[in-house]
């Protein structure tokens, strides 16, 4: 299949940030030798996990230039929401790490809990009604389903909430996690 001039660009862009993310995301893991806290591994893998909805168009597009052909569907769609539950887990225990950590097991046992309930629910749809999950819509683009974007979307904001409170309390600290 050939791609059109905006399937290119927009695989080449997600290429690039992919591979951004991925750099960035190792050299916050690379720190944890030097600082022995646990979270500098876990956010350098959030860093390169969170980009992960962009993983089946960068995939696909090397696919299709390579083969031409893009990935399958059921690939497509597996490579940019399995590691999801994981992403929110390894962030929820870094959060907990650096705030409120008295906590911690309650709120990573609950998006243990939550995840457990997403992936199954998310495979038992892959394998019988792949379109309740999404629509693959060309070689680098895909149209979610409802619950599938709810999910994404209970994912971001709670980021971007936990994201500005370790912010607001990195910036007012001494000691800079992210030196």
Known sequence: MTLTTFE????IFSIIFVAISIIIGLIIASKYPKFKQRAYILI????MGIVSPWYPSTVSTIAN???GTPIPDELYLAL???LL???SICWMTAFTDLKYKKYQK????LFIIFGIIYEVFFFYFLFTDITVIGQVTGPVDVKYGLIITLYQLILLVIIIITGT????QSL???DHLLN
């Not at 290119?8 to 695989?11: A, D, E, I, K, V």
């Not at 409170?165 to 607001?168: Q, V």
Request: no cysteine; aromatic share 10%; charged share 10%.
């Open 8 to 11: 290119t660009l927009n695989g």
């Open 44 to 47: 350098g893998i959030v860093w």
């Open 65 to 67: 230039l390579l083969f």
């Open 80 to 82: 940019g929401n399995v």
């Open 85 to 87: 539950p994981i992403i």
């Open 106 to 109: 309650v709120i990573v046992g």
């Open 165 to 168: 409170i370790f912010a607001r």
């Open 172 to 174: 007012k600290s001494e």
